[in-house]
Every structure is written in structure tokens, then in C-alpha cells.
């Protein structure tokens, strides 16, 4: 075969490889790296640009590296979806770098994340003055989440005519049906008191609560993994 003629019909065949690889995993792969779906992401795309280019081996051998290192990312993509664990293993945590508009240099020191990180992040979210910062969120996939200090949040309609007051952070109480016990200790609730804002939810089931938290006002947010909607949006064509 013309060699030319083979690395067009090699390219193709990478290309349509890796677009049916990244359709299988999901949009959360493209959109949120995290580190491992980083180093995947590398790998897949090396696999497949040897593939498209290297005449002198064959083919299937590349095809089954892409087949093995996609199926690997779904699999643990899975597992990170159905177990907790897991995906605290393999994506890590989100870590608070700013609490009630203290850094925590602690925290910061163990991310290997430094003041000018940190600052220059703030300035992408137009916060120029750390002051104004109640609390800062770095997220798995290096975004910085930031919650303004009340008198520095716009105002809506409900706020008209109202003093600032205090918002923290939400508490995550229950994700994927397990409960958080140490989320609900440090907020002075028990299991007792769980079960029964879920009974007056008529939820009786822990394992049915996709999400529970508990914002600063005491109000308990709930959301099930079968919410029954009757005429869901859907946005696509």
C-alpha cells in the first residue's frame, strides 16, 4: 500500500477511535480534568497519534491500546460514579484555602499551591481585595471556587431593605445514600434528627438521597436520585 494512502486510512481511523472513546466516557472527562483523567487524556492522545503515523507496526496493536486505556478511564470513571471512595481516591477532595476570610497556609503549603496562584485566581473571578473573600474552595480540577463576603455579594430583590448577614458554607450531610457522620457532628445533629427531616420529606429510604445539606439558615436541601419529573427539559435538538 501507498504509504501516504496508509497514514491518511491510519489517521481516520485514530480520529473516529478517539471521538468514540471520549463519547464513552462522558462529557465530565473533557470538561473537568482532574489528574488522572489528565494523564489518560496524554496517553490516549499519544497512543493515537503513533497509531495514525507509524507504518512499520501493525495497526492492531494500538487499537488495542486505545481499546485497553479507554476501557480502563470508563472503568474507573464507574467506580468513581457508584462508590464514594473511589472517586475520593482517584479525583481527591476539594480543599478550603480561605475560611471565613482567613488563608490557610496550611492547606495551601500541602497543594503545593502558592499566594500568587491564589491571587491571580481571585483576580479571574474579579476579587481584587483578598478582604472581601469569606471563603475560597480549590477544586479537584484546579478551579477556584469563591464566596464573597456578604456585604460584597450583589444584591437581589430579597435583599433589598435587609442588613448583611453571615452565609457560610453549605454542609454536606448525605451524598450517593451514605450519610457524612462527621459533617453532622460538627453541626450538633445525629442520625435521629436526620431520619426524621427525611420522614417529614416522606422519604423513607436513606439510599434513594442522591444529596442532603444543610445551609447556615437550617434549612435542609434534599434531592433523590428518582425525582419523578413529569416533563424534564431537555436542551438538545
Given at each position: 500500500m501507498?504509504?501516504y494512502?496508509e497514514?491518511l486510512i491510519?489517521s481516520i481511523?485514530a480520529?473516529?477511535?478517539?471521538v468514540?472513546?471520549?463519547?464513552?466516557?462522558?462529557?465530565?472527562q473533557?470538561?473537568q480534568?482532574?489528574?488522572?483523567?489528565?494523564v489518560?487524556?496524554?496517553?490516549?492522545?499519544?497512543i493515537?497519534s503513533?497509531?495514525?503515523?507509524d507504518?512499520s507496526?501493525n495497526v492492531?496493536?494500538?487499537?488495542?491500546?486505545?481499546?485497553?486505556?479507554?476501557?480502563?478511564?470508563?472503568?474507573?470513571?464507574?467506580?468513581s460514579?457508584k462508590?464514594?471512595?473511589?472517586?475520593?481516591?482517584?479525583?481527591?477532595?476539594?480543599?478550603?484555602?480561605?475560611h471565613?476570610?482567613k488563608i490557610?497556609e496550611?492547606?495551601m503549603k500541602?497543594?503545593?499551591y502558592?499566594?500568587?496562584?491564589?491571587t491571580?485566581q481571585?483576580r479571574?473571578?474579579?476579587?481584587?481585595?483578598?478582604?472581601?473573600v469569606?471563603?475560597a474552595i480549590?477544586e479537584?480540577?484546579?478551579n477556584?471556587?469563591?464566596l464573597?463576603?456578604?456585604?460584597?455579594q450583589?444584591?437581589?430583590?430579597?435583599?433589598?431593605y435587609?442588613?448583611g448577614?453571615?452565609?457560610?458554607?453549605?454542609?454536606?450531610l448525605i451524598v450517593?445514600?451514605?450519610i457524612?457522620e462527621k459533617?453532622?457532628?460538627?453541626n450538633?445533629?445525629?442520625?435521629?434528627?436526620l431520619?426524621?427531616q427525611?420522614r417529614?420529606q416522606?422519604?423513607?429510604d436513606i439510599?434513594?438521597v442522591?444529596f442532603?445539606s444543610?445551609?447556615?439558615?437550617g434549612?435542609?436541601?434534599?434531592?433523590?436520585?428518582e425525582d419523578n419529573?413529569?416533563s424534564p427539559?431537555?436542551i438538545?435538538?
Open positions: 501507498n504509504p494512502l497514514v491510519r481511523g480520529f473516529f477511535g478517539v468514540l472513546i471520549t463519547r464513552i466516557i462522558g462529557k465530565t473533557i470538561a480534568l482532574n489528574v488522572t483523567d489528565f489518560n487524556a496524554i496517553v490516549i492522545g499519544s493515537a503513533i497509531l495514525a503515523t507504518t507496526e492492531w496493536y494500538y487499537a488495542l491500546g486505545l481499546l485497553v486505556f479507554g476501557s480502563l478511564t470508563y472503568g474507573t470513571e464507574y467506580f460514579l462508590y464514594r471512595p473511589a472517586r475520593k481516591l482517584l479525583e481527591g477532595e476539594p480543599t478550603v484555602v480561605i471565613n476570610g490557610l496550611s492547606n500541602k497543594l503545593t502558592n499566594m500568587d496562584d491564589l491571580m481571585l479571574e473571578k474579579n476579587i481584587f481585595n483578598l478582604s472581601d469569606e471563603f480549590l479537584t480540577n484546579g477556584l471556587s469563591v464573597p463576603k456578604s456585604t460584597k450583589p444584591v437581589t430583590l430579597e435583599d433589598i435587609l442588613p448577614k453571615y452565609k457560610g458554607l453549605s454542609a454536606e450517593d445514600g451514605v457524612i459533617n453532622l457532628k460538627e450538633n445533629l445525629n442520625r435521629d434528627w431520619y426524621q427525611l417529614n416522606n422519604i423513607e439510599s434513594k442522591s442532603a444543610l445551609d447556615t439558615d434549612n435542609l436541601y434534599v434531592d433523590v436520585k419529573l413529569q427539559r431537555d438538545t435538538d
